[in-house]
């Protein structure tokens, strides 16, 4: 029987984008603010590029404590997205808005505006992005 595999993203200093695919890799996070929720999918992790990190300040500031989203925060969150190369290819799944929170936002990939030398290979569409949670 194969062992469990999982990573604990915890202490993520920098955004990072967790492409759902069969990995046999767990990646989990502590989420939602306050609330201490404890969300986890099954992926491969990629680090986005946000080497000024005003991104990574914008996301956490604006979801701070959130435990699900409205559809005018993906709006929102789809509008600063495209502002930044790090999320100009991604897309809030607004068929998962109840399960994205702070510091867990569930994306949809499209590889059509995605600069090939970031990722290579997928054609997996969903995934989430994440980082450090506030509490």
Excluded at 16 to 38: D, R, W
Excluded at 49 to 74: G, H, I, P
């Amino acid at each position: 029987m194969p062992k469990k595999r999982e990573v604990c993203l915890h202490s993520l200093e920098q955004l990072a984008l967790i492409i759902k695919a069969k990995s046999g890799t767990i990646y989990y996070n502590q989420a939602g603010g306050y609330s201490c929720l404890q969300p986890s999918i099954e992926g491969v992790l990629a680090i986005l590029e946000d080497d000024t990190k005003v991104l990574l300040q914008t996301l956490s500031k604006y979801c701070l404590n959130k435990t699900k989203l409205t559809l005018e925060d993906a709006n929102f969150l789809d509008k600063l997205l495209m502002t930044y190369n790090a999320g100009k290819f991604l897309s809030i799944d607004r068929k998962r808005l109840d399960d994205s929170m702070e510091a867990w936002l569930n994306v949809i990939i499209d590889y059509e505006t995605l600069d090939k030398t970031f990722l290579n290979g997928f054609d997996e569409d969903e995934g989430v992005i994440t980082w450090s949670n506030s509490d």
